[in-house]
């Protein structure tokens, strides 16, 4: 399974950002997806997961009503809308799946992507 992360850049607060993951190598519709994001110095967080064609969509409290997952099994692609930035959002973010299911506090996906920076300042 390849994970390809692309999209990240520099914005200032309040802007958006749309992040993109494509995934080769697994079954699309039938795999978890999901957006990780990590800090220098600091630990992993999830940001959102998408599971069940995205009929089970998970967001961490920090992001609830900011970002929005999506993927389209057709064209392969995942996606993170991202709105209102804030400075806080600032973080190497990284796409992850696996065949079983995870959310963004419980299990650990086994296939990442490299990341893409994403700086909000």
């Known amino acids: 399974v390849q994970l390809v992360e692309s999209g990240g850049g520099l914005v200032q607060p309040g802007e958006s950002l749309r992040l993109s993951c494509a995934a080769s190598?697994?079954?699309?519709?039938?795999?978890?997806f999901g957006w990780f994001r990590q800090i220098p110095g600091k630990e992993r967080e999830g940001v959102a997961t998408?599971?069940?064609?995205?009929?089970?969509?998970v967001y961490a409290d920090s992001v609830k009503g900011r970002f929005s997952i999506a993927k389209d099994n057709a064209k392969n692609p995942l996606l993170l809308q991202m709105d209102s930035l804030k400075p806080e959002d600032t973080a190497m973010y990284y796409c992850?799946?696996?065949?079983?299911?995870?959310?963004?506090?419980?299990?650990?996906?086994?296939?990442w992507g490299q990341g893409t920076q994403v700086t909000v300042s």
């Open positions: 992850a799946a696996d065949g079983f299911p995870f959310t963004v506090d419980a299990g650990i996906p086994n296939y």
């Open positions: 190598g697994c079954l699309v519709s039938s795999f978890c």
């Open positions: 998408i599971y069940e064609n995205g009929g089970i969509i």
